[in-house]
């Protein structure tokens, strides 16, 4: 059974940086499409980002294009998001997402659904 496990979410000032990780355990990372959901309080969930099995296909959403870039790390097992010039409405719980397929720029298009397998999330709070 895959396991995610999320880190680097806190609290951060408007304009500010986070990086989030997602660990992944019990199989490899190669295996898999990687993806970014994140769910602000009274809303749906969202599609953030999203990184190809083989790595050189990156999908963003409109909100954080430009903003935001997700990378990966076989070796590691490990997938990131760099988030830059953070928006007060960037918070949220973000969420990392496995796929037993090469691409997820579809998933992430649907709010996640149809992923495989889901981490618990971390925080992100942007706020002065």
């Known amino acids: 059974q895959l396991q995610l496990v999320e880190s680097g979410g806190g609290l951060v000032q408007p304009g500010g940086s986070l990086r989030l990780s997602c660990v992944i355990s019990g199989s490899s990372l190669d295996l898999y499409a990687m993806a970014w959901f994140r769910q602000a309080p009274g809303k749906e969930r969202e599609g953030v980002s999203c990184i190809s099995r083989p790595g050189g296909t990156k999908t963003y959403s409109d909100s954080v294009k430009g903003r935001f870039t997700i990378s990966r790390d076989n070796a590691k097992n490990t997938v990131y998001l760099q988030m830059n010039s953070l928006k007060p409405e960037d918070t949220a719980v973000y969420y990392c997402?496995?796929?037993?397929?090469?691409?997820?720029?579809?998933?992430?298009?649907?709010?996640?659904?149809?992923?495989?397998?889901w981490g618990k999330g971390t925080p992100v709070t942007v706020s002065s």
């Open positions: 997402a496995a796929v037993t397929a090469d691409y997820c720029s579809g998933y992430v298009h649907m709010g996640g659904r149809g992923m495989d397998y």
